[in-house]
């Protein structure tokens, strides 16, 4: 987890989807996580910003999911309000998508799907912050695949100001060229593993976040490390794993601590695990 976490830390960041005249610009809305983001565009300053709404998935062999596919919107401008950044802040609800061609829909509904090396053809929510970070971060010889015709993607961050957004901008690497792709992407094991990383990064950096809102990143990176240490150990359920944020962010070498690593050596129930680390604190 350090080594992926330490790249996410080199990670261009913004607050803002830049302007760039040369480049197209969509927002693909999660229909499901966003309920509160589609009306948003249509609320207060937004009048004009957009140009059209395409459903991702309606003309393909996916039609039946029709209901729930994810929405494609094509924008004027970026010139959007805080307030709706915060809304997809808050719902992380899908990902802002830059290219300097006037047609992306069939490259995202190429992605919809992708061969798992476990579970064979999957469906895929690349469309996730979440998810989208650890193709980035695991499949380094299939970027040409991922990347098509986009040319910039701005992922959602967790932030310690709940009112302001952050993106993290993942852009093209120079020498892929923009050509159709049919083979599937291959999502192999390291992804399985790396996705797992980045859920417990985002879901558990918030709340460190808020229990100290002026972490370090460098502490940060200690407290992500022993929850890692604890999840490797068998603590993988979230709730078990909330109930230890606090100790591994008052103590930076809980997980190393002669009587916890006693406990997480143990041949017990998670539940029994987590029970007598409390106790010790």
Known sequence: MQEFYERLRKQPSVDRVENDTGLNTWFLLDKIRGEKTLPSFY???????????ESLLLGTEHTPLFDVSPLLIKLNHTNLSQSLHQIIQEERSGLFIQS????????LQYLFTMQSEQQGKVYVRYYDSICWTALMLSLSNQQDRLWGDLEKVYAVLPTKQQQNARYMVWSKPQEITSTPQSAPIILTHEFTEINKDVHLLYFFQQQIYQLKPNITDNQLSRVLINLKVLNDKGIERVDYLQRLVKPCLEQDDFVMKPEVQSIL???ILAYKKVNALEQLV
């Not at 609320?43 to 709404?53: P, R, Y």
Request: charged share 20%; glycine share 10%.
């Open 100 to 107: 300097r061609t006037e047609q992306i829909l069939p490259h």
């Open 43 to 53: 609320k207060g300053s937004h009048q004009g910003l957009i140009a059209s709404i």
């Open 265 to 267: 050596n143990q041949d």
